[in-house]
């Protein structure tokens, strides 16, 4: 006997764009998908019933993810996001302490050079320093979203360590570690850890 109607979930898409997928391991194209149950008359979709969820679907694995995987960066906005976060710490730092010191300077340069800033020198150092406190400090919000508590503490090391290179940490230079920590979303005892580690480490250099 040939059934004629009956129910079927069907789904659209009623977004896409570029995610990280962790199966495929990198950024994939992705198209976000809603489902609905219909009720079907000759194997056609007739009258739309309740909705039944929804997800992000991989355009390359097929994998469904829950839609909380969008909140993630991608790999392009981690690599965008990290240089100009460090940019953004290592010029807070130094204002707290002495700008013009050449060992510091050069830690600094070599410290964004790594991040990703490849040709980064002494008059791009000098234009951050003039950027107002206000214009930094979203790139650092933006920068420990995407980071784990981890590699936050890493990311905060890296930039103590310029307040370090000619003499030890000054009161100023604390309170800037303690603020930059913040912007990354670190609680106040997560920085303190972070530096007195950090201080350790360059005690048995």
């Known amino acids: ?47 739309p019933l309740t909705r039944v969820g929804e997800h992000v679907q991989c355009g390359t694995c ?15 906005q981690m690599q965008a996001a990290l240089p100009v976060g460090m940019r953004a710490a290592v010029s807070a730092m130094l204002r707290s302490g002495d700008p013009a010191s050449p060992v510091s300077r050069q830690r600094a340069i070599e410290t964004v050079i790594r991040s990703g800033v490849s040709g980064y020198d002494e008059a791009m150092l000098d234009a951050d320093l003039t950027q107002p406190f206000d214009v930094i400090r979203p790139a650092l919000n933006q920068v420990g979203v995407q980071l784990t508590i981890q590699a936050r503490e890493w990311y905060l090391a890296g930039v103590i360590r ?35 580690m950090t201080e350790q480490s360059a005690g048995r250099d």
């Open 1 to 47: 006997m040939l059934t004629i109607f009956g129910l079927r979930v069907l789904f659209r898409a009623i977004a896409q764009g570029t995610f990280y997928c962790r199966r495929c391991g990198g950024d994939r194209e992705y198209r976000h998908r809603v489902g609905r149950r219909w009720f079907m008359l000759f194997f056609l979709p007739v009258i």
């Open 62 to 76: 097929r994998t469904r993810y829950v839609t909380d995987v969008l909140s993630q960066p991608t790999n392009a």
């Open 162 to 196: 310029i307040a370090m290179a000619d003499r030890p940490l000054t009161d100023n230079e604390r309170h800037a570690a303690l603020a930059i920590g913040a912007d990354l979303g670190m609680t106040q005892a997560q920085v303190i850890g972070v530096v007195a």
